[in-house]
């Protein structure tokens, strides 16, 4: 029995590479670009595990979950970590950053999280850029949810650690990620002792072992088929243009807030500025009364192909989560979300215009 996921020719040192250079030019850096053969997790952990230790002192902004996650890695290395934490309805601003280096201007590493897909909110990382620039701090970003959505510019924005996910706005597969790494990054995992060598989580391995010798031997037998899935993506985001593909997930983004704000029913965004809210997903605020995690559950027993989630722990009764990204950045999808939703609104006694809602989603879109 033959499948086409079965019995596929070797993929080889070149077209691995030849993958790598495709995810270089969509993130336009000159930046050494290794892909990791697991979901972002690994170069996310691997990153900071390989640049921090006991003699860095690390500023980790926390906008979400994932900020709070680099915080207990940053730790866990023997780092000195100086949280910022902002609401989750909003998002960290320059001046924030540029204050915290005041206050401690030992800081030579800042961890950040472009968008972040769990609460909705994006922040300004080009403004924030410049400032790490300027302190010299080694800069660390989280771009896994952003990529695909709106801008990811590593070289323009001084970026150090860009690491990006395709199971998102790329639209690709969960099982493979990838790290862009400058020189300066480079160099400080080179003096860094508690760098992970012989581990799967060894950046530096990677290095030495694929980028050093030329990229002409894979130090493992790749994925295979996530390799090949992620090749795929790119090449449907480079045929569509990545503009036109941002420009979908911004309109996604903006119909998704204006129909939901039109919807009534108590329910509104959750990131109170459109300029935070991310257009990888909209986080939209139940009613009093009314848990998120029972209206989306009343939603999904409609429909349970929608891209409809309650917020995660404690943001379960109050944070419904609409993840319009990859496939699912159209607008027919916005239009079956809020759909669903004002159903389960209304099922629970509250009084919605679906009409009113459709129109400015619609309205919306461009």
């Known amino acids: 029995m033959t499948h086409p996921f079965l019995d596929l020719a070797p993929l080889g040192a070149a077209r691995f590479a030849s993958i790598e250079d495709r995810v270089a030019r969509l993130l336009r850096t000159e930046q050494d670009v290794v892909i990791m053969q697991g979901e972002a997790l690994l170069p996310l952990e691997g990153a900071i595990r390989a640049t921090a230790g006991p003699g860095t002192t690390a500023l980790n902004v926390i906008t979400g979950p994932y900020g709070q996650t680099f915080g207990d890695w940053l730790r866990d290395c023997g780092a000195t970590v100086i949280d910022l934490a902002v609401p989750f309805h909003t998002a960290v601003t320059a001046a924030q950053i540029r204050e915290a280096f005041a206050a401690h201007p030992e800081i030579d590493f800042v961890s950040l999280v472009h968008a972040e897909a769990a609460t909705g909110n ?164 139940a009613p009093a009364g009314a848990p998120a995690s029972e209206l989306v559950a009343h939603a999904l027993a409609a429909d349970p192909a929608l891209p409809l989630a309650a917020g995660g722990g404690a943001l379960a009764a109050e944070m419904i989560r609409v993840n319009h990204y990859g496939p699912a950045a159209t607008l027919a999808t916005v239009r079956a979300a809020l759909t669903a939703l004002a159903a389960a609104l209304t099922e629970r006694g509250l009084t919605t215009d679906l009409p009113a809602a459709l129109k400015a989603a619609d309205g919306a879109w461009r």
């Open 122 to 285: 994006t922040n300004p990382v080009a403004e924030i850029g410049a400032v790490v620039r300027e302190q010299g701090a080694l800069f660390y970003l989280d771009a896994v949810a952003s990529v695909g959505a709106e801008p990811v510019l590593p070289d323009a924005w001084g970026v150090d650690l860009c690491v990006i996910g395709a199971q998102k706005a790329m639209g690709g597969p969960a099982g493979v990620s990838a790290v862009s790494v400058s020189e300066r990054a480079w160099a400080r995992m080179a003096a860094n002792p508690r760098a992970p060598r012989r581990s799967y989580l060894s950046l530096l391995d990677w290095k030495e072992r694929w980028l050093d010798g030329g990229r002409t031997a894979l130090p493992h037998a790749p994925a295979q088929l996530e390799m090949l899935g992620l090749e795929a993506c790119v090449e449907r985001i480079e045929a569509d243009g990545l503009e036109t593909v941002m420009a979908r997930h911004a309109s996604a983004a903006a119909a998704t807030r204006a129909g939901a704000a039109a919807l009534g029913g108590g329910l509104e965004p959750y990131v109170y500025e459109a300029r935070d809210a991310a257009p990888v997903a909209t986080t939209l605020r």
